[in-house]
């Protein structure tokens, strides 16, 4: 059975920096690109980055480029997201989710983590 | 980048209504479309990829399709447990979107 477990979430002031974790299970994780979805509380999903199969190629909302820092271990079987200079408007629950299909890049999203909220606020 | 506008963002129905919600692409976007259904609580689930391609698993009640700009999620027959949130996504190009999504609530 796929499973995604989130973690790294908390309270953090603005401009601080936090660090989401995504392990993975269940599946051949080197083969599949994994990706990061948001939802603000209350509101819509947000498409926030992506990273290939391998690692070698990153995807990114304009909104995070340059704060955020997608990565993965390939040999641990988990992916990261280095969030820094962090904003009121970051506040949401973050989603890892597992491509469906192992071509190397994201596309359709399946399964999903149960995800970890970041709250930013002072 | 390519908005996606979906209409209605509410509808009310009841058990054994069909209901049809529409994603509009801001330009072309071949078959690159998704929908997500998500209950409250829940993380989202996929329900349709590739436009109109049925992810395993999920009841033949769903079905979507594409004109040009233009997709469908269509419910055949809705059920007590369809009641939820839906959202379609595009993948045609980075950054991929969402729409804003549509309230699906009893009647």
């Known amino acids: 059975e796929v499973q995604l477990l989130e973690s790294g979430g908390g309270l953090v002031q603005p401009g601080g920096s936090l660090r989401l974790s995504c392990a993975a299970s269940g599946f051949m994780f080197s083969s599949y690109a994994m990706t990061w979805v948001r939802q603000a509380p209350g509101k819509g999903l947000e498409w926030v980055s992506a990273i290939s199969a391998s690692g070698g190629t990153a995807y990114y909302v304009d909104s995070v480029k340059g704060r955020f820092t997608i990565s993965r271990d390939n040999s641990k079987n988990m992916m990261h997201l280095q969030m820094n200079s962090l904003r009121v408007e970051d506040t949401a629950l973050y989603y890892c989710?597992?491509?469906?299909?192992?071509?190397?890049?994201?596309?359709?999203?399946?399964?999903w983590g149960q995800g970890t909220l970041v709250t930013v606020s002072s | 980048d390519i908005q996606m506008t979906q209409s209605p963002s509410s509808v009310s129905a009841s058990v054994g209504d069909r209901v049809t919600i529409t994603c509009r692409a801001s330009?072309?976007?071949?078959?690159?479309l998704a929908w997500y259904q998500q209950k409250p609580g829940e993380a989202p689930r996929l329900l349709i990829y590739?436009?109109?391609r049925l992810q395993s698993g999920v009841p033949s009640r769903f079905s979507g399709s594409a004109s040009g700009t233009d997709f469908t999620l269509t419910i055949s027959s809705l059920q007590p447990e369809d009641f939820a949130t839906y959202y379609c996504?595009?993948?045609?190009?980075?950054?991929?979107?969402f729409g804003q999504g549509t309230k699906l609530e009893i009647k």
């Open positions: 330009q072309g976007i071949s078959s690159w």
């Open positions: 590739d436009a109109t």
């Open positions: 996504q595009q993948a045609n190009s980075f950054p991929y979107t």
């Open positions: 989710a597992k491509d469906k299909a192992p071509t190397g890049t994201a596309n359709w999203f399946d399964p």
